[in-house]
Every structure is written in C-alpha cells, then in structure tokens.
Nanobody, 121 residues
Framework: QVQVVESGGGLVQPGGSLRLSCVVS????????MGWHRQAPGKQRELVAS???????HYGDSVKGRFTISRDNAKNTIYLQMNSLKPEDTAVYYC???????????????WGQGTQVTVSS
C-alpha cells in the first residue's frame, strides 16, 4: 500500500511564493518519477513539474522559470517551490508517484488528495 500526502497549500497574493511538500510512504513498491499536477475549475489536469529518481526535471511551459521541483530520496519527499505566483496558478495541486514498472510512460499510479493553492489579492 502506497500513500501520497501533500502539504503546504494556501492563499497567497500575486507575486508571492509558496512551497509544497509531498511524502510518499509504503513498502514493497519502487518509485521512479514523481511529479506535481494541477487542476483548475473547468480545466483539465495538467503536469506542472516532474523529477526522476536520479534528478532530471521537466516543467510545464506556464511555470518554467518560476517553479522549482526538488527531491529528497532518503525521505521519499518532493518539493515544489513556487515563486512569482499569478492568479492563473490557482488550482488544486496533486502529487503523484510512478512505480518502476511504469518507467518510460506517462502513467502515475499513486496520487495524493490534493492541496488548494489560491493566488488572489
């Protein structure tokens, strides 16, 4: 059984910063990529950023240069540092983890409950 738990969402003014955290726990499953996705009301879920177990990262075009994903493998934790936040970044942010058997695919098997990020003055 794998559990994914996010934290760190909240309300922030435009131009502000937030840091999201995500811990993956559970035994018997090897995790490869981990990532942050988001879904705004009325919109499809989109990939924000992902990171492999060895470190390479990928970012969605809308967050490049503003968001930074990082990973602590010893703690099974990833982080999303979000700077220069815009109202259009408002969404529920979901952390997801991909098991080793899904390597090379876009399939994340394990998802958190999500954390709300609201950017508003």
């Amino acid at each position: 059984q794998v559990q994914v738990v996010e934290s760190g969402g909240g309300l922030v003014q435009p131009g502000g910063s937030l840091r999201l955290s995500c811990v993956v726990s559970g035994s018997g499953v090897s995790i490869t990529d981990m990532g942050w996705h988001r879904q705004a009301p009325g919109k499809q879920r989109e990939l924000v950023a992902s990171i492999t177990s060895s470190g390479p990262t990928h970012y969605g075009d809308s967050v490049k240069g503003r968001f930074t994903i990082s990973r602590d493998n010893a703690k099974n934790t990833i982080y999303l540092q979000m700077n220069s936040l815009k109202p259009e970044d408002t969404a529920v942010y979901y952390c997801a983890a991909k098991p080793l058997l899904r390597i090379g695919t876009n399939d994340y098997d394990y998802w958190g409950q999500g954390t709300q990020v609201t950017v508003s003055s």
